[in-house]
T-cell receptor, first 110, second 116 residues
Framework: AQRVTQPEKLLSVFKGAPVELKCNYS??????LFWYVQYSRQRLQLLLRHISRESIKGFTADLNKGETSFHLKKPFAQEEDSAMYYC????????????FGTGTQLKVEL | GAVVSQHPSWVICKSGTSVKIECRSL??????MFWYRQFPKQSLMLMAT?????????EQGVEKDKFLINHASLTLSTLTVTSAHPEDSSFYIC????????????FGPGTRLTVT
């Protein structure tokens, strides 16, 4: 069965510092990986997906199949980046079902 | 575009009663809707997948007779928690997707259920 692991429950950084939110997955086939974000009192929304290979709000994530990782990175954290971040996985034949990690709360301090 | 609503946003019910939660796609037709459960400070756990006009597919460990899911139209799915007990208290979130959204899931705001 597929699994997504986010080892950090809370990550606290200072404004302007680099950010890396870790995500590792286990799945024997070729998964599709996503990062979702949930700002305070808002609904979950898609931040980026690996097949798009785009940068959203300064965030990027590269799928590393060798290390089975999909870490989320941003070179300079902003206060508005403070939110809950979830890594998620779907797979071919899975009916677009998502398996979520436990989430990492990012807190950007001034 | 691609807005999903849930109703109610918060509900309290007594143990033993049933409660229905609605999930609506407001500006697109959702061929598939997903229901998740989220405990405090924990991740979203998929409960079931419903395709319009078909029976829902439940994840392992989810009681289909307790959590009744109906997806009778392309814009509405309902989750009914039958004979609710305090352990059913949780945050229930739906999402919707379709070819129109390129199968991206759009999430509702969630419904907080408290069973007393």
């Amino acid at each position: 069965a597929q699994r997504v692991t986010q080892p950090e429950k809370l990550l606290s950084v200072f404004k302007g510092a680099p950010v890396e939110l870790k995500c590792n997955y286990s799945y024997s086939g070729s998964p599709e990986l996503f990062w979702y974000v949930q700002y305070s009192r808002q609904r979950l929304q898609l931040l980026l997906r690996h097949i798009s290979r785009e940068s959203i709000k300064g965030f990027t994530a590269d799928l590393n199949k060798g290390e089975t990782s999909f870490h989320l990175k941003k070179p300079f954290a902003q206060e508005e980046d403070s939110a809950m971040y979830y890594c998620a996985l779907s797979f071919t034949g899975g009916g677009n079902k998502l398996t979520f990690g436990t989430g990492t709360q990012l807190k950007v301090e001034l | 575009g691609a807005v999903v609503s849930q109703h109610p946003s918060w509900v309290i019910c007594k143990s033993g009663t049933s409660v229905k939660i609605e999930c609506r796609s407001l500006d697109f037709q959702a061929t598939t809707m997903f229901w998740y459960r989220q405990f405090p400070k924990q991740s979203l756990m998929l409960m079931a997948t419903s395709n319009e006009g078909s029976k829902a597919t439940y994840e392992q460990g989810v009681e289909k007779d307790k959590f009744l899911i109906n997806h009778a139209s392309l814009t509405l799915s309902t989750l009914t928690v039958t004979s609710a007990h305090p352990e059913d208290s949780s945050f229930y979130i739906c999402s919707a997707s379709s070819p129109w959204t390129l199968y991206e899931q759009y999430f509702g705001p969630g419904t907080r259920l408290t069973v007393t």
